[in-house]
Structures are given as C-alpha cells and as structure tokens.
C-alpha cells in the first residue's frame, strides 16, 4: 500500500480488518477548501478518524489518523486536509475513485457486493468524483438536441 504524505505508525489485526495507524509527514497544517497552510493549530481531536481503503483480499482496510483543526478569518475553524481522502469523506480517494469507476461499468448492486459497501457510500462516492472530475463547461457547446419517437425510428 502506498499513500502519498504519510507514515505507519501502527498495524492491528482485528479480523474482518486491518486498522493502520498513520501519521502525516508534514508539520503544516492544510486548509480542505483553499490552498492556505499554516503552523499554528486550532486544537487536536482526542478520538481518531477512521477512513475505508482498499481491501485487501478478504481482509478490510481501515486508516486512522488524529486530525487537528485549524483556523482562518475567512471560513473559521475547519480539519485539516489530508492528501489520501477528499474533505469530508470517510473513504480514501482510491476507493472513491474505484467506486466511481465501477459506477460506469456495473450495477449499483453488484458495486455494492463486490466493494462490500453499502448503497448510500456508493452515492456518496460517486457525487464527490463526479464533482471533482466532470467538467462543468460540457454542454456549453451544445445548442440542439434531438429526440426520435419510436413511430419514426428506421427499422433494422
């Protein structure tokens, strides 16, 4: 497994998952929604978060990392960024990615069974990499769309 910005601080086997302990490689803290850095922090949270990765055979894989909030005039108090996961996920971009991806080869369902996820992670995942990947502008060159009825369909 390799996530960039990151170290291993500690593995724990508690089958059905592999919990890995991480700390980030960097001293500055990251906003989630700008590129602001700072070195001061606002506090550091007591309880761990916890975020999905790939699995790992039959085996789950969970990060855990402790975050740290920090703050800025313009939006507050807000957690730091960290490199491996979109802000406010609990999933890793690996798996976001993945999940978008099968989104476009298969089935909800079978996403849902093959990622042992359920199907509101699947939305979840999905919206966050289509907002981050779909270009907005799509359309701008579209001016005319066309629908045929069915009575005007050519015949094979």
């Not at 490689?25 to 949270?45: A, K, N, Q, W």
């Not at 085996?59 to 507050?76: A, D, M, Q, S």
């Not at 089935?107 to 999905?126: N, Y």
Request: charged share 30%; hydrophobic share 40%.
């Amino acid at each position: 497994m390799y996530l960039p910005g990151i170290r291993v601080r500690q593995v724990e086997f508690a089958p059905p998952c592999v919990v890995v302990t991480v700390a980030l490689c960097r001293r500055r803290l990251r906003c989630p929604l700008i590129s602001f850095e700072t070195s001061s922090g606002y506090d550091t949270r007591p309880v761990e978060r916890g975020w999905r990765h790939l699995d790992l055979g039959t085996w789950k894989l969970e990060l855990r990392f402790g975050l740290r909030g920090l703050t800025y005039p313009v939006h507050g108090v807000r957690t730091e960024a960290v490199e491996f996961a979109r802000p406010g996920a609990r999933e890793t971009r690996d798996l976001d990615d993945l999940i978008g991806y099968l989104a476009t080869a298969m089935e909800k369902t079978a996403s849902c069974r093959l990622l042992r996820v359920d199907w509101d992670t699947v939305g979840r995942c999905m919206t966050r990499v289509m907002g981050e990947r779909l270009d907005v502008n799509r359309l701008d060159a579209l001016f005319e769309i066309g629908v045929l009825s069915r009575a005007r369909m050519p015949r094979p």
